[in-house]
């Protein structure tokens, strides 16, 4: 499987004097390489956009095919805080295989301050 494992060759000889010989040779498969998330890019976003904003998923893959595939994606996990002046965020996606090798990626997120309030309109009087 990905994680690499043991084959083996026997082969079986027996001459016409009814003797018999045998060898088997053993072949070490190597683990698959490990997966890698997709490339993540710190970003900025205004504040109303961060009252809404979800983490998202991330795909990872190690271009392996068949038992050797390791793909699929993961939920992020948001953390930080901002306020009316800003703030920062993190996404953090964390990925263990199944041969117990972690990958991990993360995500800053600027949470740019609201804009500055502004007074109703005064007329004079």
């Not at 994680?3 to 060898?23: H, K, M, P, S």
């Not at 993190?90 to 199944?98: A, G």
């Not at 990626?105 to 609201?114: D, E, F, G, N, Q």
């Amino acid at each position: 499987d990905e994680c690499g494992g043991t084959l083996y060759i026997d082969w079986t000889y027996t001459d016409a004097c009814n003797r018999t010989i045998e060898a088997r040779k053993t072949i070490t498969v190597l683990p698959a390489p490990m997966a890698e998330f997709d490339e993540v890019e710190d970003m900025e976003i205004s504040c109303e956009e961060a009252n809404s904003f979800e983490p998202g998923t991330l795909g990872y893959t190690n271009g392996g095919t068949g038992a050797c595939e390791i793909s699929g994606e993961v939920q992020g996990e948001l953390s930080g805080s901002y306020t009316e002046c800003g703030g920062t965020l993190e996404v953090d996606w964390t990925y263990t295989d199944d041969c117990n090798r972690t990958i991990t990626a993360k995500k800053t997120i600027t949470v740019l301050p609201a804009p500055m309030a502004e007074f109703d309109e005064v007329e004079d009087m």
